[in-house]
């Protein structure tokens, strides 16, 4: 689906989103009370330091409002952009801030949802899709932590190979499909069915703690994880 | 094992607190962190957590999976740690090396404890990287939330791996952070640029380049980090003690803050192409000298014209 | 992967008092070992994972030598290889068992 589609059909009664530099920014209503702050990042634009933190100063700014909104964070991005330039000036603080921004948003009492609709990649995906709430995906969504040609590279694998392992987990190779069995996501939206309504049931539940390594194990993507975090913090809690 | 071509290396020699930090395993580096006989290991290698996905690509495992946890002391204060193992599988992190982590700061909140790092990663491990990528997610949650209840979370950054990718994000989540000059802090690697980007792009094999884009003394200049320190293990062990002293508020105006500061820097440097140009605008009158400048020659120039990070990160 | 095991008889028990030892890295060239006790005392076993295929004559040769030589009886000891050459894999068993020999 495009930016326009997803808008629209989010945004019945309407919406003032405009995109500048690929960055997305506005509100939308959802129906004749609720209103939703909109950021995202669209275009597979690649974000670097300025982009960052264009990002993390809007939703700073909603994270203030006395009124907290739902923030619906729209992501189709590159992963973060490779340059010398941005790590010169601190890319890895200023993607952090961005994902401290969205978690403080959610701490003042914003629902934060995360809608990939396109690409993500990388420390992109950790500090934009990976930072939300809640992440919710439309089918056609592409996350990869890495593509598998570079993936082949370091490996030293070809990618017939990978693509002959990737048959037998989910755990490595990109795609909506894998991230969504490991546990990155809450649910697939159908495009088909007014997304109005696919937000509205996803507000309507009650926020939940961090949910995604239980999930990562219902769905057969991560067995280890929740079971050893847990022991952990058992560990550490009975030593005092 | 392999057949033999060559002289065997030389047995690592015992680690004292003068040993190099950034040559030292994650367990060296903790004994000599911690008060002594204070560590207790959580899901030690005896446990033979190792990972469920290497064997998939051939690959040997490790029982801790690359990381320590535990709890343990420093200066009688308790604390518990995380290292990292650059060595094995540059410390990359996987599903069982980042749960352990989450664990951790999970239980920290809970007792508000602080938490010491000591990052030796090059970010998420690729033969598991969907989970390594979630494991990261999940680390930065539970930092911040940690932070939220009033827990220091530091991070030390001085090993052989450096501290790249996902890595370098969840230390950018960090309270404080400590780092020596060997340090490196970065989201895309000197070879990922390169790769991605070509040579003109960044020039990998320029080690100097490196040092000067990412390294420790560069983000001390910058205030990327908050204390800089010696490569060895006392001194990043003075340097965590005077870490844990700083706040670990995270809140509206902190963030708030720290966006200003961001933007500042933008604004100040942003117009740069190189380390050199960003230290000549700090103020410091030979900015090529900074590379070879001794620790106290750096630290006298440093502490009067850098960027400070207080109260902001 | 290939795994290894040997049950080799030795002569010598092992020293100390310390239940478990971890001695070196799985890195190129290296591996990690580790060795805790629970074998007869005239017994050590030793279990390896490596993945370099086809050297099960050297390991057979380097651990039997070190059980001939070492204070290993009792001890039940694991390998995690990265690739290392014989001298490193010895280096690295006399390390673990004079680790064993000191207090914790």
Same mark, same amino acid.
């Given at each position: 689906?495009?930016?326009?589609?997803?808008?629209?059909?989010?945004?019945?009664?309407?919406?003032?989103?405009?995109?500048?530099?690929?960055?997305?920014?506005?509100?939308?209503?959802?129906?004749?009370?609720?209103?939703?702050?909109?950021?995202?990042?669209?275009?597979?634009?690649?974000?670097?330091?300025?982009?960052?933190?264009?990002?993390?100063?809007?939703?700073?700014?909603?994270?203030?409002?006395?009124?907290?909104?739902?923030?619906?964070?729209?992501?189709?991005?590159? /992963?973060?952009?490779?340059?010398?330039?941005?790590?010169?000036?601190?890319? /890895?603080?200023?993607?952090?801030?961005?994902?401290?921004?969205?978690?403080?948003?959610?701490?003042?009492?914003?629902?934060?949802?995360?809608?990939?609709?396109?690409?993500?990649?990388?420390?992109?995906?950790?500090?934009?899709?990976?930072?939300?709430?809640?992440?919710?995906?439309?089918?056609?969504? +592409?996350?990869?932590?890495?593509?598998?040609?570079?993936?082949?590279?370091?490996?030293?694998?070809?990618?017939?190979?990978?693509?002959?392992?990737?048959?037998?987990?989910?755990?490595?190779?990109?795609?909506?499909?894998?991230?969504?069995?490991?546990?990155?996501?809450?649910?697939?939206?159908?495009?088909?069915?007014?997304?109005?309504?696919?937000?509205?049931?996803?507000?309507?539940?009650?926020?939940?703690?961090?949910?995604?390594?239980?999930?990562?194990?219902?769905?057969?993507?991560?067995?280890?994880?929740?079971?050893?975090?847990?022991?952990?913090?058992?560990?550490?809690?009975?030593?005092? | 094992?392999?057949?033999?071509?060559?002289?065997?290396?030389?047995?690592?020699?015992?680690?004292?607190?003068?040993?190099?930090?950034?040559?030292? /395993?994650?367990?060296?580096?903790?004994?000599?962190?911690?008060?002594?006989?204070?560590?207790?290991?959580?899901?030690?290698?005896?446990?033979?957590?190792?990972?469920?996905?290497?064997?998939?690509?051939?690959?040997?495992?490790?029982?801790?999976?690359?990381?320590?946890?535990?709890?343990?002391?420093?200066?009688?204060?308790?604390?518990?740690?995380?290292?990292?193992?650059?060595?094995?599988?540059?410390?990359?992190?996987?599903?069982?090396?980042?749960?352990?982590?989450?664990?951790?700061?999970?239980?920290?909140?809970?007792?508000?404890?602080?938490?010491?790092?000591?990052?030796?990663?090059?970010?998420?491990?690729?033969?598991?990287?969907?989970?390594?990528?979630?494991?990261?997610?999940?680390?930065?949650?539970?930092?911040?939330?940690?932070?939220?209840?009033?827990?220091?979370?530091?991070?030390?950054?001085?090993?052989?791996?450096?501290?790249?990718?996902?890595?370098?994000?969840?230390?950018?989540?960090?309270?404080?952070?400590?780092?020596?000059?060997?340090?490196?802090?970065?989201?895309?690697?000197?070879?990922?640029?390169?790769?991605?980007?070509?040579?003109?792009?960044?020039?990998?094999?320029?080690?100097?380049?490196? +040092?000067?884009?990412?390294?420790?003394?560069?983000?001390?200049?910058?205030?990327?980090?908050?204390?800089?320190?010696?490569?060895?293990?006392?001194?990043?062990?003075?340097?965590?003690?005077?870490?844990?002293?700083?706040?670990?508020?995270?809140?509206?105006?902190?963030?708030?803050?720290?966006?200003?500061?961001?933007?500042?820097?933008?604004?100040?440097?942003?117009?740069?192409?190189?380390?050199?140009?960003? +230290?000549?605008?700090?103020?410091?009158?030979?900015?090529?000298?900074?590379?070879?400048?001794?620790?106290?020659?750096?630290?006298?120039?440093?502490?009067?014209?850098?960027?400070?990070?207080?109260?902001?990160? | 992967?290939?795994?290894?095991?040997?049950?080799?008889?030795?002569?010598?028990?092992?020293?100390?008092?310390?239940?478990?030892?971890?001695?070196?890295?799985?890195?190129?060239?290296?591996?990690?070992?580790?060795?805790?006790?629970?074998?007869?005392?005239?017994?050590?076993?030793?279990?390896?994972?490596?993945?370099?295929?086809?050297?099960?004559?050297? +390991?057979?040769?380097?651990?039997?030598?070190?059980?001939?030589?070492?204070?290993?009886?009792?001890?039940?000891?694991?390998?995690?290889?990265?690739?290392?050459?014989?001298?490193?894999?010895?280096?690295?068993?006399?390390?673990?068992?004079?680790?064993?020999?000191?207090?914790?």
């Amino acid at each position: 689906m495009l930016p326009a589609e997803i808008l629209t059909s989010l945004f019945p009664a309407g919406h003032q989103v405009t995109e500048e530099g690929g960055l997305l920014a506005g509100t939308g209503r959802l129906d004749g009370q609720t209103t939703v702050d909109v950021v995202g990042i669209t275009g597979k634009t690649y974000p670097g330091v300025d982009e960052a933190l264009t990002l993390a100063g809007r939703i700073l700014d909603i994270a203030a409002r006395p009124a907290p909104a739902p923030l619906l964070f729209l992501v189709d991005s590159g /992963s973060q952009r490779m340059s010398r330039r941005d790590e010169l000036m601190g890319l /890895s603080e200023t993607l952090a801030h961005l994902a401290k921004a969205l978690w403080q948003a959610e701490r003042a009492g914003h629902r934060t949802i995360g809608l990939l609709y396109g690409g993500s990649a990388a420390g992109a995906f950790i500090a934009t899709a990976l930072a939300c709430g809640e992440l919710v995906a439309l089918p056609g969504a +592409w996350p990869e932590v890495m593509d598998l040609p570079s993936m082949a590279r370091v490996t030293k694998l070809s990618v017939d190979v990978l693509k002959e392992k990737a048959a037998t987990t989910p755990v490595f190779a990109p795609g909506l499909d894998n991230l969504f069995a490991t546990g990155a996501i809450a649910e697939i939206w159908d495009p088909a069915q007014p997304l109005s309504d696919q937000l509205k049931a996803v507000l309507a539940r009650p926020a939940t703690g961090d949910e995604r390594a239980r999930w990562g194990l219902d769905r057969g993507g991560r067995q280890k994880a929740a079971a050893i975090a847990r022991e952990v913090e058992q560990l550490a809690l009975a030593h005092g | 094992m392999t057949s033999p071509t060559a002289a065997a290396p030389h047995a690592p020699l015992p680690a004292d607190p003068h040993r190099s930090w950034y040559e030292e /395993s994650a367990r060296g580096r903790l004994s000599h962190l911690l008060d002594a006989g204070s560590f207790s290991e959580f899901l030690g290698p005896q446990r033979r957590e190792l990972s469920p996905h290497l064997a998939l690509f051939n690959l040997p495992r490790q029982f801790d999976d690359g990381i320590v946890v535990g709890a343990g002391a420093l200066a009688g204060k308790p604390v518990l740690v995380a290292a990292q193992e650059g060595r094995f599988m540059g410390g990359a992190i996987g599903e069982v090396h980042g749960a352990k982590l989450t664990g951790l700061l999970h239980a920290a909140r809970q007792m508000k404890r602080d938490v010491v790092i000591l990052f030796d990663t090059g970010g998420v491990r690729l033969q598991e990287a969907n989970a390594g990528e979630l494991a990261i997610s999940e680390i930065i949650r539970a930092t911040v939330q940690a932070r939220a209840a009033g827990v220091r979370v530091v991070g030390l950054l001085g090993g052989r791996a450096g501290c790249y990718g996902g890595g370098s994000l969840i230390a950018g989540c960090c309270s404080a952070l400590v780092i020596s000059e060997q340090g490196r802090l970065s989201v895309s690697g000197p070879e990922v640029i390169e790769t991605n980007k070509g040579v003109e792009e960044f020039d990998s094999k320029d080690r100097a380049l490196v +040092w000067r884009t990412m390294g420790g003394k560069h983000r001390y200049l910058i205030g990327g980090v908050d204390l800089f320190v010696a490569d060895t293990v006392a001194a990043f062990r003075a340097g965590a003690l005077a870490a844990l002293d700083r706040p670990p508020t995270l809140d509206q105006a902190v963030l708030a803050a720290e966006q200003a500061r961001l933007e500042r820097r933008l604004a100040r440097f942003g117009d740069t192409a190189d380390g050199t140009e960003v +230290w000549a605008r700090l103020g410091v009158n030979q900015p090529t000298d900074v590379p070879d400048m001794d620790l106290d020659d750096f630290l006298t120039i440093a502490n009067r014209q850098r960027e400070g990070a207080d109260a902001a990160r | 992967m290939e795994n290894l095991r040997y049950e080799l008889s030795t002569t010598k028990p092992a020293g100390g008092t310390r239940a478990v030892a971890l001695v070196g890295v799985v890195a190129s060239g290296n591996l990690e070992v580790l060795l805790e006790r629970g074998e007869a005392a005239d017994r050590c076993v030793i279990d390896i994972a490596t993945p370099a295929h086809g050297f099960a004559d050297l +390991w057979q040769a380097v651990t039997a030598d070190f059980a001939a030589r070492s204070a290993a009886g009792g001890l039940r000891i694991t390998i995690n290889d990265g690739g290392a050459r014989p001298d490193t894999v010895a280096l690295r068993l006399a390390q673990g068992v004079r680790l064993m020999e000191k207090p914790e």
